[in-house]
């Protein structure tokens, strides 16, 4: 199991999530992405495309500033 980060900070949605959906396609079962992100709609945005596509939401931290770190397990 890897972790690996994504930095999103800055991108405005739906930035975030297509990173997010380019990087999936090299992330093996197990493996967590950490993506740090500051767009308003960024959590909300993670949650749906994770739903979606049945990956695991472990953790959501609100960092300051507007940003936050969501674990994505896969």
């Not at 396609?25 to 197990?30: T, Y």
């Amino acid at each position: 199991m890897g972790v690996e980060v994504l930095d999103a900070v800055g991108m405005k949605c739906p930035e975030p999530v297509i990173k997010i959906a380019v990087k999936s396609i090299s992330m093996k079962p197990g493996d967590v992405l950490e993506v740090i992100g500051d767009c308003s709609t960024f959590e909300r945005d993670v949650r749906l495309w994770c739903e979606r596509l049945h990956k695991v939401l472990l953790s959501v931290k609100d960092e300051g500033g507007g940003k936050k770190r969501i674990q994505i397990q896969f």
